[in-house]
């Protein structure tokens, strides 16, 4: 049964499409630059397409993006138990300079930044903290799409185990998305039992030469 809000926005983004076209380089719309090694880890991708005459924006993450923040959070949490990300980080590079207003209670001037060796030690804390949350704690992540509409096009979030290095590789990831959306394909039989766990975060991240450091894609 078609819902009319959602009618309306498919309308509305079609609409939008017709009235602001974007400058597409084969069908593809690349929000970032690519062109990484080879070898390189990736973790995430946007790009806009058209499709049926209205835009999906995607957002593409891979597997280890998200179990990587779930470590991330939770040596946060281990380390300061501070209420959100965002303040860890404000807190982690300034320091608070009060005026005591009592023997007993004070008043928040203002905040400095904090020296080099403080923010190293920090971030030098959390590294290791990530280390030890990552070798004692399992996660599973499982593929994983969500898409809803907007009055400016179709919103496509997809988390699965590609690398998207290239301008060839987020193509490719574009194909997927298509078929994913047209119901020719599904996570299930594109991939199967997928599961990033520990065991793939230990490989990838506790080598000599990939050591986990805080993880924070722009």
Known sequence: MKRPYIEQLKQRAKQFHQHQPLPL????????????????????ANAIFVQNDHRVYLHWEHPRLRYMRQVEELAWQQLQHQ?????????????ANYRNLSL??????????????????FYQELSQKIQEVGQHTDFHIRPALHSYWTAQGRVL???CPMEVRTEADLQALT????QL??????????????????????????SPTTAATPIMPE
């Open 175 to 178: 194909a997927v998305a298509k």
């Open 25 to 44: 380089t084969q069908g593809l719309y690349n929000v970032q630059r690519l062109g990484r090694s080879h070898d390189a880890f990736t973790y995430e």
């Open 157 to 159: 979030e997809l988390c």
């Open 104 to 121: 007993s209670s004070h008043q928040l001037l203002s905040w400095s930044p904090a020296s080099h060796e403080a923010r190293h030690a």
């Open 83 to 95: 209420p959100s990300l965002e303040q860890e980080l404000w807190i982690a590079d300034n320091s």
């Open 181 to 206: 959306l047209q119901g020719e394909q599904s996570l299930q039989s594109l991939y199967g039992d997928s599961d990033y766990t520990q065991a793939d975060w230990v490989r990838e991240f506790t």
